[in-house]
């Protein structure tokens, strides 16, 4: 059965056992921020997300997607972890190609979250994130992290102590 499941920078097709996860620009989004910050002068706060030049910002919004894309295929390259849902193939970043896990909910990852002890060094947001039940699956009976393309994220678990840690 094909499912369909909208993230923020991403448009996700779960179909048989893989998800397809395809850059979501939201060209409206940004256009209507952009337009109240030319008639008020104020950049709205989320419009200055990605840059402090609210026209750098919002070009680079809406490419967001595929920054997130190659990140996460990325730190699977590079520096692949259990807990973490294979990413198989990557268009450039356009569109990713995923194992596909089942949804689990905020219980079952309260109760045995893969990585909790790690995120004591990640910013409120980035740990927010890590948190979030919506950002994991069940992929061969682990919980695993679905949602590992933020910069945040590629900065935590791209160094080589996390992975000795993890492995231990
Ligand atoms: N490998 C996967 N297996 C099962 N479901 C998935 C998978 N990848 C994504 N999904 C579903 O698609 C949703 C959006 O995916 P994801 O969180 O990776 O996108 P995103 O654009 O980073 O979203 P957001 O910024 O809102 O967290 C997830 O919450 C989940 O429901
Ligand atoms: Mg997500």
Redesign the pocket.
């Known amino acids: 059965m094909i499912r369909i499941?909208?993230?923020?920078?991403?448009f996700?097709v779960?179909v048989g056992t893989v998800?397809i996860?395809m850059v979501?620009p939201r060209p409206l989004w940004v256009l209507r921020r952009l337009a109240r910050y030319l008639i008020t002068g104020v950049a709205p706060k989320r419009l200055l997300a990605y840059a402090d030049n609210p026209l750098e910002s919002a070009a680079k919004h809406l490419f967001a997607?595929v920054a997130?894309n190659r990140r996460e295929y990325r730190l699977w390259q590079e520096f692949p972890h259990h807990f973490m849902?294979p990413t198989l193939y990557s268009l450039r970043g356009i569109v990713n190609i995923?194992?596909?896990?089942q949804?689990i909910s905020e219980e079952e990852l309260a109760l045995s979250h893969p990585f909790r002890s790690s995120l004591k060094g990640m910013t409120p947001d980035a740990i927010g994130?890590m948190v979030k039940a919506?950002?994991f699956?069940r992929y061969e009976g682990h919980i695993c992290l679905?949602?590992y393309?933020s910069e945040d994220t590629f900065a935590l678990f791209s160094q080589p102590e996390i992975q000795h840690h993890m492995a231990a």
């Open positions: 499941s909208w993230g923020t920078t991403r996700v779960l998800a996860k979501r997607g997130v849902v995923q194992m596909r896990g949804a994130d919506m950002n699956c679905l949602d393309g």
